[in-house]
Antibody
Framework: EVQVVESGGGLVQPGGSLRLSCAAS????????MHWVRQAPGKGPVWVSR????????TYADSVKGRFTISRDNAKNKVYLQMDNLRGEDTAVYYC??????????????WGQGTLVTVSS | DIVMTQSPDSLAVSLGERATINCKSS????????????LAWYQQKPGQPPKLLIY???TRESGVPDRFSGSGSGTDFTLTISSLQAEDVAVYYC????????FGGGTKVEI
């Protein structure tokens, strides 16, 4: 069974840092791009970042560029999101999602259950 | 940035009836070199992550019931549920992947 499981969320003060992890199983991890997508309470999903199969290519939404860093460890079947200089508007459930296809990164296939990040003093 | 606009915001449909959700993009999602529209549809039930239903505007994901269908091209797209079932109550989102990734505002489907 294809599965992605996020961890690492929590309460953090503005300006603080947090590192999210995503553990993948049930598929050949290094055959797929991976994404992070967030969803604020009562709002629609918003794409945050993506990373290619070998970790050499990363892309970010403008709202997080320069503050967030995506990475992956193919030996451990894990992808990470390092979040620095957090702001209140970063408060959301953060989802890890596998690309829907091994040949294209555009849409999102299996999603995890998400991990809640709350930025507040 | 490409803006995705969904309509209506919500709709109530009787069991067994058809539900139609519209999605409009601010620029064309059609790429002529491969004849594909770069659009996906998702279903999100309360307390759950979004679930992929359709990609390339009309290709149903494996395991998705055939009462779900996607159509449209260019800037105008439609998700149709041909015969609404109780388990289809959810919020539905369109998402473009022509340039980066952008979601629509969602359409809530109720009985």
């Amino acid at each position: 069974e294809v599965q992605v499981v996020e961890s690492g969320g929590g309460l953090v003060q503005p300006g603080g840092s947090l590192r999210l992890s995503c553990a993948a199983s049930g598929f050949i991890f290094d055959d797929y791009w991976m994404h992070w997508v967030r969803q604020a309470p009562g709002k629609g999903p918003v794409w945050v970042s993506r990373i290619n199969k070998d970790g050499s290519n990363t892309t970010y939404a403008d709202s997080v560029k320069g503050r967030f860093t995506i990475s992956r460890d193919n030996a451990k079947n894990k992808v990470y999101l390092q979040m620095d200089n957090l702001r209140g508007e970063d408060t959301a459930v953060y989802y890890c999602a596998r690309a829907g296809s091994s040949s294209w990164y555009g849409w999102f296939g299996p999603w995890g259950q998400g991990t809640l990040v709350t930025v507040s003093s | 940035d490409i803006v995705m606009t969904q309509s209506p915001d919500s709709l109530a449909v009787s069991l067994g009836e058809r539900a139609t959700i519209n999605c409009k993009s601010s620029q064309s999602l059609f790429y002529s070199s491969n004849n594909k529209n770069y659009l996906a549809w998702y279903q999100q039930k309360p307390g759950q992550p979004p679930k992929l239903l359709i990609y390339w505007a009309s290709t149903r994901e494996s395991g998705v019931p055939d009462r779900f269908s996607g159509s449209g091209s260019g800037t105008d797209f439609t998700l149709t549920i041909s015969s609404l079932q109780a388990e289809d109550v959810a919020v539905y989102y369109c998402q473009q992947y022509f340039t980066s990734h952008t979601f629509g505002g969602g359409t809530k489907v109720e009985i």
